[in-house]
């Protein structure tokens, strides 16, 4: 079972590239390494605060996340104005079918995975634009099941989620593996329904997480 966002596809401009632009627009400079480093501090940070977010209001998460962010990057500018257009760029871009790149690893060991006769699933605190993501990159066909949190009512870190999966697959939880690249989301929610949990830090956000950790989805072959 995977995560959707973050794990298999990413947003493509990415996080980094939108923030960078932003910023630019209001006249300031700053390197890919500083922003991927207050990125990385931020999801420390608000990770716990992350898994509680119901998917209805959002807004105030976001604006704290992006002011942190901010902060860390040394912007005495309008936070405020800056926010607003990170937030109107990202709400223009994020809902587009074709904003959505798939990760270089993810459809080689897809197909490994199904030619190895795996059950392949999808848990995702999203809205059927993954569906459809997945089916304009050609991915849904991997799956057996894709469960999205809009849909079922019922948002990851709750077990309830991860159970359903195993349900529509038919396996015990204990017999299922959970990657996903959120530490409070995936991991201990996988952990509360019984799965086993990978963590995919692509980043290394997590550096010291207690947990099975992966920096990219081909080293996952070492566990399977």
């Not at 209001?26 to 390494?33: A, D």
């Not at 901010?70 to 587009?96: M, N, T």
């Not at 530490?183 to 329904?193: H, S």
């Amino acid at each position: 079972m995977f995560d959707a966002g973050g794990t298999i596809i990413d947003l493509s401009p990415s996080e980094q590239e939108l923030l960078i632009r932003a910023l630019a627009k209001h006249g300031f400079r700053v390197e890919t390494s500083a922003v991927e480093k207050a990125l990385r501090k931020a999801w420390r940070v608000f990770d716990g605060d992350f898994a509680k977010l119901d998917g209805a209001q959002e807004e105030k998460f976001w604006t704290r996340f992006d002011e942190f962010v901010l902060s860390e990057l040394g912007y005495r500018g309008d936070a405020e104005a800056l926010v607003k257009q990170l937030s109107e760029e990202f709400d223009e871009i994020v809902p587009r079918v074709d904003s959505w790149a798939e990760y270089p690893d993810a459809r080689p060991l897809l197909e490994e995975l199904r030619s190895r006769d795996f059950k392949l699933g999808v848990i995702s605190n999203a809205t059927d634009l993954a569906n459809r993501v997945l089916e304009n990159l050609d991915m849904r066909k991997y799956f057996d099941v894709v469960i999205l949190s809009e849909e079922v009512g019922v948002r990851k870190p709750a077990a309830e989620i991860f159970l359903m999966a195993a349900r529509q697959v038919k396996t015990q939880p204990t017999r299922s593996l959970y990657v996903g690249d959120k530490f409070a989301v995936d991991i201990l929610g996988a952990r509360a329904a019984g799965m086993q949990a990978i963590l995919l830090d692509r980043n290394n956000v997590y550096p010291d997480a207690q947990c099975l950790k992966v920096r990219d989805l081909n080293a996952l072959r070492r566990f399977l």
